[in-house]
Antibody
Framework: QVQLQESGPELVKPSETLSLTCSVS????????WSWIRQSSGKGLEWLGF???????IYNPSFKSRVTMSVDLSKNQVSLKLTSVNAADTAVYYC??????????????????WGKGTTVTVS | SYELTQPPSVSVSPGQTASITCFGD??????TFWYQQRPDQSPVLVIY???KRPSMIPERFSGSNSGNTATLTISGTQAMDEADYYC?????????FGGGTKLTVL
């Protein structure tokens, strides 16, 4: 059974860096692609990007200058760093296991296992 | 940028069929994915590659995608299906989510 658990500071000051870790059990981080998605209170889902163990990353253009994702194979963890945060970055942050494949000439990516999420407040 | 449009809300009576639509330009040329999010829970994948169900998802969930519209259909809707549903596509190297549809089982 694959389980993902996000962890990190619940409170981050404006202009500082948000750092989260996703601990993975039941699956190897050397396989799959690992996404981060966030959800502001009462709002929809917003994708930040994904990465794999060899640092092949695709980031949402809206966050590209501020976001970094990486995989630590030794700890079987995935990390997210978001710099220069402000109140608009207050949200529940989810990590998710993803697939990135080509089919019918097009690439696609989706997430099949999600963590429970962690709430981060910027204040 | 690419946009996916969903109705904000859909209502259905228990036992009836619920249909949730997702509109996007030439969406039928892409794969669509659907997620269910119950209150205070994380999203769960219910449909992938337009019409495939993950193994733990009940058979009453089905999907289709053609033209500009993808549809999530829930047959014999149950009270436990009350949730927010999000469609998702991948366009220009980005994951795009629809705004979500709140399904109410009256």
């Amino acid at each position: 059974q694959v389980q993902l658990q996000e962890s990190g500071p619940e409170l981050v000051k404006p202009s500082e860096t948000l750092s989260l870790t996703c601990s993975v059990s039941g699956a190897s981080t050397s396989v799959y692609y690992w996404s981060w998605i966030r959800q502001s209170s009462g709002k929809g889902l917003e994708w930040l990007g994904f990465t794999d163990y060899s640092a092949n990353s695709i980031y949402n253009p809206s966050f590209k200058s501020r976001v970094t994702m990486s995989v630590d194979l030794s700890k079987n963890q995935v990390s997210l760093k978001l710099t220069s945060v402000n109140a608009a970055d207050t949200a529940v942050y989810y990590c998710a296991r993803g697939w990135y494949q080509m089919l019918r000439g097009n690439y696609y990516h989706y997430m099949d296992v999600w963590g429970k999420g962690t709430t981060v407040t910027v204040s | 940028s690419y946009e996916l449009t969903q109705p904000p809300s859909v209502s259905v009576s228990p036992g009836q069929t619920a249909s949730i639509t997702c509109f996007g330009d030439k969406l039928g040329d892409k794969y669509t994915f659907w997620y269910q999010q119950r209150p205070d829970q994380s999203p769960v994948l219910v449909i992938y590659q337009n019409d495939k169900r993950p193994s733990m998802i009940p058979e009453r969930f089905s999907g289709s995608n053609s033209g500009n519209t993808a549809t999530l259909t829930i047959s014999g809707t149950q009270a436990m299906d009350e949730a927010d549903y999000y469609c998702q596509a991948f366009w220009d190297s980005s994951v795009v989510f629809g705004g979500g549809t709140k399904l109410t089982v009256l």
